[in-house]
């Protein structure tokens, strides 16, 4: 599986601290975890298709009419075509410097919500007739003009952070650009956030910045097993408690706590349990 390096890899050199990437991009074909390593952060204005993102705190799906802003660090991410037959999306790259310079210079638009935490790596917006006159404003301008310049860009990324910081100053100001979490927090947050999903080892270490060696060795710091075992234990533990709790059956559950296939699912269940989980499900005790 090929990394990319954004937005190093579009360009022939690496960009300065003080600019801004403007790119518009298109493909006509599905794509599945991509891994994307930001340099820069960066506001997806999707035009056409369906993205997902996933990060160490959280994973949501973009579509479009939405845009997403993303922070600098580690992503996966997927693009999924629609009814379109494409996707479609404008890209702004800016750096946390940018970003600090304008917070610095709107910071008296934000007083309710200075002090407010900073939550999440990303944060959506829906996109208004201003941002669709906004992204057909964009697209004219790189059609007239191969290579934007400095100053056009520097402008339009402020004209776009300013309107979303009126829109919405609360979810603007959440956005988590500017801090890191820590190393066991981190991995915590990544396992314990996607648990229940079709994700592997090396996804997980990649999403925390580290080596799957490294991110081995830190896991078992934290939660004294291997990733792979404490996994398949917290899956089966959630299994059971949605067997004894709710009235689906095991062929729903398998999937919730990210098998692939019923089989190996009914396989590892009993393996664990000593029953399988029809069994399981069968033998409790009914309360009237």
């Not at 067997?243 to 089989?263: A, I, T």
């Amino acid at each position: 599986m090929n990394t990319y390096i954004l937005p190093d890899d579009i360009l022939e050199r690496p960009p300065t601290a003080d600019e801004v990437i403007i790119r518009s991009y298109t493909s006509k074909k599905n794509s599945f975890k991509n891994r994307i390593v930001l340099n820069h952060n960066m506001i997806n204005l999707l035009v056409s298709g369906r993205k997902t993102i996933v990060y160490h705190d959280a994973t949501a799906v973009v579509n479009a009419n939405e845009l997403v802003i993303l922070s600098t660090g580690n992503v996966l991410t997927s693009e999924l075509l629609t009814e379109e037959n494409q996707f479609s999306s404008i890209l702004f790259y800016f750096s946390n410097e940018v970003f600090t310079r304008f917070l610095i210079k709107y910071d008296h638009l934000l007083p309710a919500v200075k002090q407010g935490k900073l939550e999440r790596s990303f944060s959506i917006f829906k996109q208004d007739s201003f941002i669709r006159h906004f992204i057909t404003s964009i697209q004219g301008m790189m059609q007239a003009n191969e290579e934007l310049p400095s100053e056009v860009r520097l402008i339009k990324i402020e004209e776009l952070l300013l309107y979303l910081l009126l829109a919405d100053p609360a979810k603007f100001r959440s956005i988590q650009i500017l801090t890191k979490d820590k190393e066991h927090l981190q991995i915590k947050k990544v396992v314990e956030t996607h648990v229940g999903q079709l994700i592997t080892v090396e996804e997980m270490a990649f999403l925390c910045h580290m080596s799957p060696s490294t991110f081995k060795r830190r896991f078992n710091e934290i939660y004294n097993t291997s990733p792979k075992k404490w996994l398949l234990t917290r899956k089966l533990e959630i299994a059971a408690e949605l067997l004894r709790s709710s009235d689906e059956s095991p062929s729903e559950v398998y999937m919730k706590v990210g098998y692939q296939n019923h089989s190996s699912f009914s396989e590892a269940f009993n393996k664990y349990y000593g029953s399988t989980p029809s069994k399981y499900q069968q033998q409790l005790d009914v309360v009237p």
